[in-house]
């Protein structure tokens, strides 16, 4: 049986020997047409994806054009509803100033008539000995420094215009006098001082001013 092996294998090996070895399969060869229309295919999809990128970014552009504008129009609006709520704080602010003033103007003229010197009835009805009447104007003028503070808090400053040339949006001539040693049309005096509030004329001043001739003054 050994033998028998040997043999038949002795026999496939001849017959392998004899067959011709195995040929290489031939490699395709590359075809130019298909290459051109794989080319073009290709190209194709790079045009799609490009038309699809710029219709999305047209459509972002836009996004974001629309938000800028509704971010400006917020703006605007919140500026515009700042800008009236703040009119509408100093229209309903100016009149309690305004009242703050004429009663400072008040106390003022109080202050300045119990300095001046007084004769038969008037001095007769306030006549009061001299500690109870040095107290009573102290207490005018801490009212008077405190009225200022008010106003200072509120930014409103009085205008000191006297020796000033005169400025027709700060003040209003009601008398001129002839007074040789100011300029002509110079502030010589304030009959009513004025206030600034931010800037801006709270109270015209009505001041006399300086001119040559005759003094002249508003008729009663």
């Given at each position: ?74 703006q605007q609006e919140l500026e515009r509803a ?139």
């Amino acid at each position: 049986m050994k033998q028998a092996l040997l043999n038949q294998f002795s026999t496939w090996l001849d017959a392998a020997g004899d067959s011709p070895a195995p040929t290489e399969e031939p490699k395709p060869t590359t075809d130019l047409w298909s290459l051109l229309v794989e080319m073009a295919g290709l190209r194709s999809e790079v045009r799609t994806e490009s038309r699809l990128v710029k219709e999305a970014l047209d459509q972002f552009r836009g996004v974001f054009d629309t938000l800028r504008a509704s971010q400006a129009t917020v703006q605007q609006e919140l500026e515009r509803a700042r800008t009236e709520a703040r009119d509408q704080a100093r229209a309903a602010v100016r009149p309690l100033l305004l009242d703050v003033i004429d009663l400072r103007d008040r106390l003022l003229a109080a202050l300045n008539f119990s300095g001046t010197p007084r004769s038969g009835w008037v001095d007769r009805l306030l006549r009061r000995n001299a500690m109870g009447g040095e107290a009573w104007r102290e207490g005018l003028r801490l009212t008077l420094r405190r009225l200022d503070q008010v106003l200072l808090d509120r930014r409103v400053v009085a205008l000191r215009l006297e020796g000033q040339p005169l400025d027709p949006r700060h003040a209003r001539v009601v008398a001129t006098s002839a007074d040789t040693a100011a300029p002509d049309g110079t502030v010589i005096e304030e009959v009513r001082a004025g206030f600034l509030w931010d800037d801006q004329v709270l109270r015209t001043a009505e001041v006399i001013v300086s001119k040559s001739g005759p003094r002249t003054g508003d008729s009663p």
